[in-house]
């Protein structure tokens, strides 16, 4: 029997029921040949590519919340356009290539938090775990994208899914 790769083990146990694809072998002996094997990547490998680069970004968008850690937070009647404009300034001041993180507030959550406000007072804490305070707070729930935060109002059914501390992102789509 041929060894190949997971990638190429997993195709064949979902293919199995569409034997007339090229590389497939109806006797199941040998699991996947060669032009078995670019095809797949042909129609699959550009999918999984993708999906691996999205992981990534939103793992070092993860990271960087949960690393950018602030002396100190002292919100006051703070809209949720001052908690995020102050994410964006204090994330920019701690990079080292000055990037601002991306965060996207979506018109229904612009307008379940008209008027709303937040007080928070912490010290040493992580931008993730001061952007997970004040959107429970003001009723939001924070999640992260490929290459943004977007903070929108919570799912219908279930809590707020808030980004989880010291934790690998999960794509949440």
Do not use: C
């Amino acid at each position: 029997m041929r060894h190949y790769s997971l990638r190429s083990g997993l195709l064949a146990l979902v293919l199995a029921s569409v034997p007339a694809l090229p590389g497939w072998s109806q006797s199941g002996s040998d699991v996947f040949d060669q032009e078995g094997a670019a095809l797949f990547d042909a129609l699959v490998g550009q999918q999984f590519r993708q999906m691996a680069r999205d992981i990534t970004a939103q793992t070092a968008l993860q990271n960087r919340l949960n690393s950018q850690v602030v002396a100190e937070v002292d919100f006051k009647d703070a809209s949720l356009d001052q908690v995020v404009d102050f994410i964006r300034v204090r994330s920019k001041e701690l990079d080292k290539e000055q990037r601002p993180l991306n965060i996207i507030v979506t018109k229904a959550a612009k307008d379940a938090t008209q008027g709303a406000t937040t007080n928070l007072k912490l010290t040493n804490v992580p931008l993730g775990a001061v952007l997970n305070y004040a959107s429970q707070q003001l009723g939001v729930a924070p999640r992260i994208d490929q290459y943004a935060i977007v903070i929108d109002v919570p799912q219908r059914v279930g809590q707020p899914s808030p980004i989880p501390q010291g934790q690998p992102a999960v794509p949440v789509r």
